[in-house]
């Protein structure tokens, strides 16, 4: 449910900041980072054993804190569609 949601905002981003010869190599990326993101979420359960679930709450949460302020500070690309289609035929195809 909740990929559906994501994935094709995420691709879209992707779509926006790489160009075509990168772009499945992104796609890729993208891809395994979920899988490998499943398995951090399964350690989740190891810091629960070891500190505690109130404590792995707050471990999770601060790293997700540093995670998000680090976000700010991604520049925003400039659309595809505000190219125009030539320099969009012409980015593109590099």
């Known amino acids: 449910m909740v990929s559906s949601i994501h994935t094709p905002a995420c ?4 779509n926006d900041y790489f160009t075509h010869k990168n772009r499945s190599k992104a796609n890729s990326v993208y891809v395994a ?3 490998i993101g499943v398995g951090f979420a399964n350690l989740t359960s190891f810091i629960n054993d070891a500190v505690g679930w109130r404590n792995a709450i707050l471990v999770v949460t601060g790293i997700g804190g540093f995670i998000t302020i680090g976000l700010f500070f991604i520049e925003e690309p400039i659309r595809k569609a505000e190219l125009g289609t030539q320099a969009l035929l012409e ?4």
Do not use: E, F, R
């Open 11 to 14: 691709i879209s981003l992707i």
């Open 91 to 94: 980015n593109d195809l590099d």
């Open 33 to 35: 980072a979920i899988s």
